[in-house]
């Protein structure tokens, strides 16, 4: 049931089960796969999630980056603030999915295809790595006509931050568009991820279409030097990178525009372009946490982002925003997979 005054948070991408499990050497070398990679499933890879079920005691987690960072970010606020949009498959693994969010307090409102099953991802766990494998199927039939229908759209309206992940890229940019021309033109705030290095490497084209709506530009050190890279900037540099990534055009000038590079256990460092032309560079160390206590890295950038969006959703400010993401990422990676403890725990300012 919609909530009637709309959700203040809205969130766009792929909605993936996880499929995660314990590995080795051998089971990644067996598919091809590096041990901290992110990656679209080929036809040789497609073995892999049957073999993690069957072999591996793998465990089914509602995934997919923006939907990690949607129960991030309602983690944190009040309920009935945040909804989610994508596209699953009509079968028991959508239902999870559904389900998984609804005891998260998340609204989803899912295009559901009758042909493709839903999307899923392999998560090869070696050490404190994480190979990701992604096989979108229904996730990547989603339709911007979904988003036109008036009970969609009306949320669209009502929605005051849309985070979008990178990763949809692959999938409906003009949804993407859609969202971006809503954000500039009611001057509401417009986030993206990077989510990955193929995406600047490979999705460069779609990606420079929606990067000047964005007012908050996420990424991190691999995923910046991965854009750097293929925009030939001529430098691995985190700090001028995200200097750049903020100076780029940007269709929403009432609002400067900051960059956002997470660097794992070195410091978050953001970069807000200022209307003189000038940039400031920011840099947080991050929440620090004993090694024995990391259960598992994967999803820590989406609870970040999830973090930091709870953030913005609140009027914070840039660096209390920051230390939120990080707050909720330090939680996150002491769980398995993106998940997040119950029962909650509330958010307090580092001292």
């Not at 693994?93 to 009758?114: F, M, N, P, Q, S």
């Amino acid at each position: 049931m919609a909530s009637p005054q709309g959700y203040p948070f809205l969130c766009l991408e792929n909605p993936l089960l996880d499929i995660q499990a314990v590995g080795d050497v051998a089971l990644l070398q067996k598919y091809g796969l590096k041990d901290n990679d992110a990656i679209l499933a080929e036809e040789q890879h497609m073995g892999l999630y049957e073999e993690l079920l069957q072999n591996h005691d793998a465990k089914l987690i509602a995934g997919g980056a923006a939907q990690n960072t949607a129960r991030g970010a309602q983690y944190i606020l009040p309920d009935n603030s945040t909804v989610y949009i994508g596209c699953v498959g009509k079968d028991k693994y959508g239902d999870i999915l559904k389900e998984t969010c609804t005891k998260a307090g998340v609204h989803t409102e899912y295009r559901v295809d009758d042909v493709q099953p839903t999307g899923k991802c392999g998560v090869i766990i070696t050490g404190h790595n994480r190979s990701m494998c992604t096989h979108l199927a229904a996730a990547n039939e989603y339709k911007i006509e979904h988003l036109q229908q008036p009970h969609i759209w009306s949320l669209v309206e009502k929605a005051q931050v849309y985070y979008v992940g990178g990763y949809h890229l692959t999938v409906c940019v003009p949804a993407i568009q859609a969202l971006g021309e809503e954000a500039a033109a009611k001057n509401k705030i417009f986030m993206l991820s990077l989510s990955a290095p193929f995406i600047p490497q490979f999705f460069k084209d779609q990606l420079d279409t929606v990067l000047p709506y964005t007012d908050y530009t996420f990424c991190n050190e691999t995923e910046a030097r991965a854009y750097a890279e293929s925009h030939s900037w001529g430098t691995d540099d985190v700090v001028e990178i995200a200097k750049k990534l903020a100076q780029l055009p940007k269709k929403n000038t009432n609002r400067p525009r900051t960059a956002i590079v997470t660097q794992g256990t070195l410091p978050t460092v953001t970069a807000t372009a200022k209307a003189n032309g000038e940039v400031e560079v920011q840099e947080f160390s991050v929440h620090e946490i004993a090694k024995e206590s990391i259960n598992d890295t994967n999803g820590a950038g989406d609870a970040f982002a999830g973090g930091f969006s709870a953030g913005v959703v609140q009027g914070k400010s840039l660096a209390e925003s920051v230390d939120m993401g990080q707050w909720l990422a330090r939680l996150s990676i002491q769980e398995l997979g993106p998940s997040f403890p119950f029962p909650k725990q509330t958010y307090t300012p580092r001292s």
